[in-house]
């Protein structure tokens, strides 16, 4: 990875992120293998000799220490010079806004302002990367789209390396400039929020960045079947698996058949099954054919029922890999 | 919400209990202290402090309750010497291996304090096990080879016959303070262990991770993070061994010897064979106000050191 570079690993629990963390951090030994941080070797380092820090999921501050000696101490630890310890231990809340908290014992922080001080603790070191262990799980929803922003905002004024492990791909797509998605232990796709969900490489990705149909089809002549769905592919012939996103289906409205702008776009009839009311657009879940059941994301197209016209642009489906779940 | 039945039934028994058998007692015992006993060995209740007066003129009483502070003292340094490693080992580093060791260090509780105390009788008596060993490995036999020639040397040189060394058998071992520190810290060590080890499983793994990530050696995590967090377990142990050695009279009694005895032992023989139970009283209740005065600092000091 990139160094200055903001890397999300995102995975299902027990696909093996966190455990990835715990190996960079040096909690955990590698059963094989090696771990490279730019030309130093870090699986044969003890924790306390690897130039990396890590913002804890319970943030783990000291119960015992104040919220200055909380920072102070991997200065101490690191045998950093008396006189400069002060100067940085307050840069360093100042980054994060808690400079008058710095004599309250953490206890008497809340959950949001604790969070502020483990990363000051983590940032105050420089490290050259910094390991983020699901760090704004414990906070509301909120307070945690709050702290995004201010992660994210902090992470391009120190320009220090962060891998934020987390199992929510909203909050991976918001941060990251690359999300590596993590399956049973092993990488599906690395690649930037925008990329990943508009080219994802196999089905998993696709479901598990938003929302997907999966389109099982058979390819001729350049020409996918999938049921009622018929478009235009560059696809090999054979079997194919296609991902289309719920937001690339519109309904045919009299004024888009009568410009007659997408010639190739496919076009279907089906019935509205349900509609689910989501502010801005609605989600709603839609029988083509013969039972064959997809979800269409619309913006506020106003109740609807019965059976309309559909439409999508092929070059909107994307071919994936099948990553043979279910 | 409960039954006033329920309720009465739940706190008039212990309440009961206490009155009874607590501060009935310390009533009684608290009248006796201001009383004194006639020649002919008659309680006189006449109301006095005689008894106070006496405790303060006489040096043995005070010199006494030092030794046992010393002896308690003493047990408590050792106590914690070996009880901290054994807790922060099968904290931190035991594993599998836990139960197990756990099991070993709790067993002692439940032989009896007597037998335990007979077997220290029996391990550092002149002709006990420890001397055995000694003579097995015929060491005693060197050890006797130098007491006969620096006795010799001393009977030539020395201007009094008085001065004579004995190396064997080896008798400081048994009674002897030596022997009632040995005893008492065998015997509370298993006190002193509990609540240190209680206190170190209730620090949270994650802050000894975070302390080496951020650089602090296993050393340093030690010191700044492990140790403070157990100051609460290691003053609750701390004054396990102080109160309860201080107070004890079996160990002193059993391999004490004269040099040996302790505060209680003199209280014992004032309510026995001195039949003194006034001046027996008045050293009580010192020692009650001692032990509560204590406790009463010790957790306030746990309060104040505990953070969770």
């Avoid at chain 1, 909690?27 to 890590?54: A, C, K, S």
């Avoid at chain 1, 039972?291 to 092929?314: D, I, K, V, W």
């Avoid at chain 2, 014992?268 to 032990?291: D, H, K, Q, R, T």
Wanted: some cysteine; hydrophobic content about 45%.
């Amino acid at each position: 990875m990139a160094s200055g570079e903001f890397l999300t690993i995102l995975g299902e629990s027990g696909s093996g992120k966190t455990t990835l963390l715990r190996l960079i951090a040096g909690f955990e030994g590698p059963n094989h293998g090696e771990i490279w941080m730019g030309d130093q070797r870090l699986d044969i380092l003890p924790p306390y000799l690897r130039p990396v820090n890590t913002v804890f999921q319970s943030y783990a501050l000291f119960p015992h220490l104040s919220v200055f000696d909380n920072v102070a101490y991997g200065l101490r630890a690191q045998g950093v010079a008396k006189s400069e310890i002060p100067d940085r231990v307050q840069q360093a809340l100042g980054m994060v806004r808690m400079m008058e908290y710095a004599g309250s014992a953490p206890a008497r922080l809340s959950g949001g302002q604790q969070q502020r001080v483990a990363l000051a603790r983590a940032l105050v070191n420089r490290p050259r990367l910094l390991l983020l262990d699901e760090p704004l799980s414990a906070l509301d929803a909120n307070l945690r789209k709050q702290m995004h922003v201010e992660l994210k905002a902090l992470q391009r004024e120190v320009g220090i390396t962060f891998i934020f492990v987390t199992h929510d791909q909203e909050e991976a797509m918001a941060l990251s400039d690359r999300i590596a998605l993590l399956r049973d232990g092993s990488l599906e796709q690395v690649a930037s929020p925008r990329e990943i969900y508009s080219r994802p490489e196999t089905s998993y990705v696709a479901r598990f960045i938003g929302q997907t149909n999966l389109l099982r089809a058979e390819v001729r002549d350049g020409t996918a079947t999938c049921g009622a769905l018929v478009w235009q592919t560059s696809a090999r012939p054979g079997p194919a698996l296609f991902s289309l996103r719920p937001d690339d289906i519109r309904i045919v409205s009299s004024t888009t058949a009568a410009i007659g702008a997408n010639a190739s776009a496919a076009r279907f009839h089906a019935r509205v099954e349900q509609q689910t009311f989501g502010g801005a657009t609605d989600l709603l879940t839609i029988i083509c054919g013969n039972g064959q059941a997809l979800r269409a994301r619309l913006p506020n197209p106003g109740p609807l029922s019965g059976s309309y016209e559909f439409e999508f642009h092929p070059a909107d489906t994307v071919l994936v890999r099948d990553a043979g779940e279910e | 919400m409960y039954s006033r039945i329920y309720k009465a039934g739940v706190t008039i028994p212990p309440l009961f209990w206490v009155v009874l058998f607590l501060l009935v007692p310390y009533a009684v015992l608290f009248c006796y202290s201001f009383w004194s006993v006639s020649p002919s060995e008659v309680i006189i209740r006449n109301w006095s402090l005689g008894n106070y007066a006496e405790l303060l003129r006489q040096p043995v009483y005070a010199e006494t309750l030092l030794r046992s502070m010393r002896i308690a003292g003493s047990v408590t340094i050792l106590a914690l010497l070996l009880g901290y490693p054994v807790a922060y080992y099968l904290s931190f580093h035991a594993a599998k291996r836990r139960d197990l060791l756990y099991l070993l260090v709790i067993i002692p509780l439940w032989a009896s304090y007597l037998v335990r105390g007979y077997a220290w009788k029996t391990i550092l008596g002149t002709d006990g096990v420890l001397n055995g060993v000694l003579n097995f490995l015929h060491i005693s036999g060197a050890l006797l080879l130098l007491q006969n020639h620096m006795n010799a040397f001393l009977a030539l040189h020395a201007w009094t016959h008085t001065w004579q060394v004995t190396f064997v058998p080896l008798s400081f071992l048994l009674y002897s303070p030596f022997a009632v520190v040995l005893m008492l810290t065998h015997i509370y060590t298993p006190f002193t262990f509990l609540p240190i080890y209680a206190s170190l499983e209730h620090i949270p793994r994650n802050l000894l991770e975070a302390s080496h990530d951020l650089g602090a050696s296993p050393w340093k995590t030690f010191r700044r993070i492990i140790l403070p967090l157990s100051l609460p377990g290691i003053v609750a142990g701390a004054t396990f061994a102080f109160v309860l050695s201080l107070g004890d009279f079996l160990a002193p009694l059993l391999v004490g010897g004269p040099s040996g005895i302790m505060i209680s032992n003199i209280v014992a023989s004032e309510f026995g064979a001195a039949y003194n139970w006034p001046l027996g009283a008045a050293i009580s209740l010192c020692m009650l106000l001692l032990v509560v005065g204590l406790l009463f600092l010790t957790e306030r000091l746990e309060k104040k050191l505990s953070f969770s």
